[in-house]
């Protein structure tokens, strides 16, 4: 990828993109131990030896033998210290890193969440501000991180995982390689103590470190991978069409941007956010646009404020993944979409199951009868709520 | 949750055997690559020394002609067994591996041909010799050199090679490990090296061979999970792709759907399925308009799936649940005593009922 056609995103205007914005390249993985940091730390050191001024900005202190001895002859920049009630946690020093300006700076552990006093909340937040600073960065995760495979991880090993990096932000990345080993392997890793120590090996071994886990896993890493290559031919490129119809059948509809419009409906739901991610998840590999929209009564009633806090934050959380949001007021909700719908040329819409209906008012009909009734033409979604059902054996 | 299977005396005993096969061949582990110079040979012989190190009894048993000098370091600690040369060309002595007996053989280089009269005529035939002897073997192939493979790759290298493997060879491996590159080489480095558009133009295949190394090592994997959770009594498909469901009936806007479908299955590398429940009796017109579908499915590359079942909803959701279904595609009529029938219709019990699966509805 050359530097004069940088990743071209939707909705990532506001971030004007300077002739020296920096690259990010990501170590991807699907579990602790798989070995990614070692292989960053090998390229660190290759960079190095080519004369690359190279630092490294955060590595984790707990990193394993043969890790850590590869840090060796590396500028290592001190993290900062945080107190945050009482204790002390060390940080990247992010302003530190662009005060000494290197070429490439190395930065473990992408997905990481900040301590509660940082500057910013998530590392991959500072990561972001050394790239538009002209700072290259070489960094790690694995795929459970993902934001949109959030409910999809939870519901195979029942685990929330609460560092997430947003989709959009994996896209930026000039280059993602998928740092690869069996589950074998990893396991024989995890059982002769490289991976973890002590009572945490028995702790893993009940969480991710089962084999069908692991395999699963890896084959959702795998497919990201794959889908992160495709993406970079397909996106930025008007001539990389020409290259997809060599491939045959299955590539020739990946050649432009589709006119794909998908609209989410919003509500207080909790569930609100399983739906937003898939929808978006789904619209991503449409290659088309993801919109969400809430609807709030006219007049705040004290009832609807607890209600229209909950919207409000999901809104928010759409908009961290880069999803379009609006908000409608008042009137009948069907025709209130099928408005918006008509106005912005809307192809799909997705929503929650609705409650089950109140027996009450029987001929009362539900959002989704009264949607396909109106929308003639429209493909509707309903997304049920996911629980878990972990993979175990 | 899981349904864990009662005891079959049957299957128990095939799982026995299946475990004393497995236990008494070696194992096979396989470093896939998109293209030479992404380090396969490398990570192969490294995990050689390794092992090695952990005490294993490993030998080198074929190498790669030209030899990059990182690997020559690795090789020193190793016992290397030479190729022979058979009418000047180098060939795997398998007759020396055999007799030195080793825990482990290492083989760079799994798409090569042996000269006329050799034992086998392939050196993957040469690989399996060794694994029904007991020998661990770990080896490495680049993606072109696949048989399944070969014609893709062709067209978009627009080289033609000679010598293949069948990708049957590569499943029925016990491990197989994608060794991925960026295709260009560093962030920093390749700022300078850029004669432009020609590089931009062989990054761009490079690019696409290596979403097709990943997409086949996720297809290996996926099939890895099934055949684990199946040796685990787990019945339930856990395939981590996407898999869609198309519910067709005569009525259907299948033409639409099943286009719909097949471009969601395309995007994501999933699987596409059209399924129809066989219920009453159909008119002429209705047995040809159903028939019409299926062909469109049938052209689409779906599986098509006639169920039996006296409720359409717990057909669709019995297959659904056992195939691991993540997206279910079903028409909606919009007739005129839609009220009427309102909270009884199929659509409306199969939302109540798809429980972590997505349904999208089309009006007919």
Redesign the interface.
């Known amino acids: 990828?050359?530097?004069s056609s940088p990743i071209n995103l939707e909705g990532t205007e506001q971030q004007t993109p300077t002739q020296h914005r920096g690259?990010l390249?990501i170590f991807l993985g699907y579990a602790p131990g798989v070995g990614k940091t070692y292989q960053m730390l090998e390229?660190a050191q290759q960079?190095k030896r080519?004369g690359?001024d190279i630092v490294v900005g955060y590595f984790e202190p707990h990193a394993r033998a043969d890790t850590i001895a590869l840090i060796e002859h590396l500028e290592v920049v001190p993290r900062q210290v945080i107190e945050y009630r009482g204790a002390r946690f060390e940080e990247m020093d992010t302003d530190a890193i662009l005060t000494r300006h290197p070429?490439?700076c190395v930065v473990d552990e992408f997905a990481h969440t900040n301590v509660p006093g940082a500057q910013r909340t998530k590392r991959w937040q500072d990561v972001m501000i050394l790239i538009e600073n002209g700072v290259?960065v070489?960094t790690t995760m694995n795929v459970q991180h993902l934001e949109s495979l959030n409910d999809?991880i939870f519901?195979?090993t029942g685990v929330r995982v609460r560092e997430t990096v947003p989709d959009w932000v994996l896209h930026q990345a000039?280059?993602?390689?998928?740092?690869?080993?069996?589950p074998?392997?990893l396991l024989n890793r995890l059982d002769r103590g490289v991976v973890y120590h002590g009572d945490k090996i028995l702790r893993a071994k009940e969480n991710f470190f089962q084999?069908?886990t692991l395999?699963?896993l890896?084959?959702?890493a795998?497919?990201e991978?794959?889908f992160e290559?495709?993406f970079?031919?397909t996106s930025g490129d008007p001539n990389?069409g020409v290259?997809?119809s060599?491939?045959?059948e299955?590539q020739t509809?990946?050649v432009s941007r589709s006119s794909e419009r998908v609209l989410v409906y919003v509500t207080a739901e909790p569930s609100s956010v399983a739906l937003i991610r898939?929808a978006k998840r789904?619209s991503d590999?449409?290659?088309g646009e993801c919109i969400a929209v809430a609807i709030v009564p006219p007049r705040h009633t004290s009832d609807s404020c607890e209600a229209g806090a909950a919207i409000d934050k999901h809104l928010t959380f759409a908009r961290n993944l880069q999803v379009e949001t609006h908000v409608l007021t008042g009137g009948d909700i069907a025709e209130q979409l099928m408005s918006f719908v008509r106005q912005h040329g809307i192809t799909?819409i997705y929503l929650l199951?609705p409650q089950?209906?109140r027996w009450n008012i029987?001929?009362k009909?539900n959002l989704?009868?009264q949607l396909?009734?109106l929308a003639?033409?429209?493909?509707?979604?309903?997304?049920?709520?996911?629980?878990t059902?972990p993979?175990?054996? | 949750?899981?349904v864990a299977a009662r005891p079959d005396p049957e299957k128990l005993l095939l799982q026995i055997q299946a475990e004393e096969k497995y236990s008494a061949s070696g194992r096979l582990?396989v470093f896939l690559g998109y293209a030479s110079g992404v380090g396969k040979s490398y990570r192969m012989l490294d995990e050689g020394r390794r092992r090695h190190e952990r005490g294993e009894d490993v030998v080198v048993g074929a190498l790669q002609p030209d030899i990059p000098p990182e690997i020559r370091g690795i090789l020193k600690t190793l016992q290397v067994i030479p190729l022979k040369l058979i009418d000047g060309q180098p060939v795997m002595d398998i007759n020396a591996i055999l007799r030195r007996r080793p825990q482990v053989c290492l083989v760079d280089g799994l798409a090569y041909d042996n000269p006329a009269g050799s034992r086998n005529a392939h050196r993957w035939q040469d690989v399996e010799q060794l694994l029904e002897a007991g020998i661990c073997v770990i080896t490495t192939i680049n993606l072109q050199f696949i048989e399944e493979r070969r014609a893709?790759v062709e067209?978009?290298r627009g080289k033609a090679v000679s010598v293949t493997v069948p990708e049957a060879f590569l499943r029925n491996a016990?491990?197989?490990?994608?060794?991925?590159?960026?295709a260009?080489h560093?962030?920093?480095?390749?700022?300078q090296s850029?004669p432009g558009a020609l590089?931009?133009?062989e990054?761009?295949?490079l690019?696409?061979l290596?979403?097709i190394a990943?997409?086949l090592?996720?297809e290996v994997?996926?099939e890895?999970?099934e055949s684990?959770?199946e040796r685990?009594?787990?019945t339930?498909a856990?395939?981590?792709?996407e898999r869609i469901l198309v519910c067709i009936t005569p009525t259907s806007n299948a033409a639409r759907m099943i286009d719909?479908a097949r471009?969601?299955r395309?995007?994501?590398?999933g699987e596409l399925y059209v399924a129809y429940v066989e219920g009453s009796d159909l008119t002429t017109d209705e047995r040809q308009a159903l028939e019409d579908h299926l062909a469109l499915a049938r052209n689409a590359g779906a599986e098509i799936q006639l169920l039996d079942g006296d409720d359409a909803v717990c057909t669709i959701m019995d297959f659904a649940r056992e195939r691991g279904i993540t997206?279910i595609f079903i028409g909606?009529s919009?007739s005129e005593d839609?009220?009427a029938r309102?909270?009884l219709t199929t659509v409306?019990r199969l939302?109540?009922a798809?429980?972590?699966?997505?349904?999208?509805?089309?009006?007919h």
């Open positions: 990828m050359s530097s690259k390249k390229e960079l080519e690359i070429q490439v290259n070489l999809r519901r195979m000039a280059e993602i390689v998928m740092i690869d080993l069996t074998e392997a084999e069908s395999t699963a890896r084959e959702l795998l497919r991978t794959a290559v495709e970079r031919q990389a290259q997809s060599h491939a045959g299955r509809t990946a898939r789904v590999y449409l290659k799909q199951r089950m209906p029987p001929f009909p989704v009868q396909v009734r003639r033409d429209m493909e509707v979604t309903i997304v049920a709520e996911r629980g059902r993979l175990k054996r | 949750m899981p582990k893709e067209a978009i016990d491990e197989i490990v994608v060794v991925d590159a960026p260009e560093s962030l920093v480095r390749g700022d850029a590089a931009n133009e990054e761009r295949k690019n696409h290596r979403e990943l997409l090592a996720a994997v996926d890895q999970l684990y959770l685990h009594g787990v339930q856990w395939g981590m792709q719909r471009l969601t395309d995007r994501f590398h997206q909606h919009l839609w009220r309102l909270g409306d939302i109540r798809a429980d972590g699966i997505d349904v999208k509805l089309f009006p």
